[in-house]
């Protein structure tokens, strides 16, 4: 069965950092790219950041780009989220999310998310 | 950027009747990349539909994708209570994502 859990989120100040994880496990992780996904409360679905299977090609919504930085581990099936810089809109629940040629890089499997809150 | 724009923004119906979202994107794009979702409240995405219009693993037959070009269509062909839930749209090209804004499909 495939699983994404998340961790990491919390409460943080304006300009504080955070650093998110996402344990896979039940699929081969090292063949899928992977991406953050957040939602604000209330609101709809913004996409944050992808990483290919081999962390060959990396990229960022532009509301994010220059202070965070998505990266991986296939040897601990583990996905990360630096956040620097940190704002009161990047207040979110941050999903992590699968994609692969299967589904045509759709996002076929998501965790539950982690809460993140800027706030002074 | 590519902009996806959903209506109605809420759709309101009775079980048993059939559903039609609609997800119109700002350019042409390809059928490949467009995925559309099911968020039911307090739960995490779910894929329902990828390359606009194939089933993702799992979804029962009364959810169909269709469209082309900038016109994209999830169809829900009769309602069951589980169905009523916020539906997004999604294309994936030139390196990033976007979703469409959502729509709430409520209880009549």
């Known amino acids: 069965e495939v699983q994404l859990v998340e961790s990491g989120g919390g409460l943080v100040k304006p300009g504080g950092s955070l650093r998110l994880f996402c344990a896979a496990s039940g699929f081969t992780f090292s063949d899928y790219s992977m991406n953050w996904v957040r939602q604000a409360p209330g609101k709809g679905l913004e996409w944050v950041s992808s990483i290919s299977s081999s962390s060959s090609y990396i990229y960022y919504a532009a509301s994010v780009r220059g202070r965070f930085t998505i990266s991986r581990d296939n040897a601990k099936n583990s996905l990360y989220l630096q956040m620097n810089s940190l704002r009161a809109e990047d207040t979110a629940l941050y999903y992590c999310?699968?994609?692969?040629?299967?589904?045509?890089?759709?996002?076929?499997?998501w965790g539950q998310g982690t809460l993140v809150a800027v706030s002074s | 950027e590519i902009v996806l724009t959903q209506s109605p923004g809420t759709l309101s119906l009775s079980p048993g009747e059939r559903a039609t979202l609609s997800c119109r994107a700002s350019q042409s794009v390809s059928g490949s990349y467009v995925a559309w979702y099911q968020q039911r409240p307090g739960q995490a995405p779910r894929l329902l539909i990828y390359g606009a219009s194939s089933r993702a693993t799992g979804i029962p037959d009364r959810f169909s994708g269709s469209g082309s070009g900038t016109d994209f269509t999830l169809t829900i062909s009769r309602l069951e209570p589980e169905d009523f839930a916020v539906y997004y749209c999604?294309?994936?090209?030139?390196?990033?994502?976007?979703f469409g804004q959502g729509t709430k499909l409520e209880i009549k």
């Open positions: 999604q294309h994936y090209g030139a390196s990033l994502y976007t």
């Open positions: 999310a699968r994609s692969g040629y299967s589904a045509l890089y759709a996002n076929d499997y």
